[in-house]
């Protein structure tokens, strides 16, 4: 699978890695975090402090979180201050507010 971005495609994997890098920035764990693949991949997109000032997050899954057979696309903005997520895919949102997740069409 891969993710469609404005500045080219990612794997899922990266993607992945990405997620945990908003978990460790907004957590405040950077310390020795250049020697690391992660810190490399924020070196390549501008550094840490570049990644820190950055609001928000918009990324394009292909085939997520169904299968490639049942292929469709699904736009995800997150928030990287607050952590509020949104989820906008064909027929369906889903997101996190802050104090609650939700969906519609709701269960």
Same mark, same amino acid.
């Given at each position: 699978?891969? =993710? ?8 899922i994997s990266s ?5 945990? =890098?908003?978990?460790?920035i907004?957590? *405040? ?6 020697? %690391?693949?992660? *810190?490399?991949?924020y070196? =390549?997109?501008?550094?840490?402090? #570049?990644? #820190?000032?950055q @609001? ?6 292909? *085939?997520?979180p169904l ?5 469709? %696309? ?11 997520? @949104?989820?906008?895919?064909?027929g369906?949102?889903? *997101?996190?507010n802050g104090? #609650? ?6 269960p």
């Amino acid at each position: 699978m891969k =993710a469609q971005t404005r500045r080219g495609t990612w794997t899922i994997s990266s993607v992945m890695l990405l997620g945990v =890098a908003i978990i460790i920035i907004s957590t *405040g764990c950077t310390q020795n975090i250049k020697a %690391t693949p992660l *810190g490399k991949t924020y070196e =390549a997109h501008g550094g840490i402090k #570049q990644w #820190q000032r950055q @609001r928000t997050f918009i990324y394009s899954l292909e *085939g997520f979180p169904l299968s490639p057979q049942v292929a469709k %696309t699904n736009t995800s903005t997150v928030d990287l201050r607050h952590r509020y997520n @949104r989820i906008e895919g064909t027929g369906f949102v889903v *997101g996190f507010n802050g104090k #609650q997740a939700w969906s519609t069409p709701g269960p």
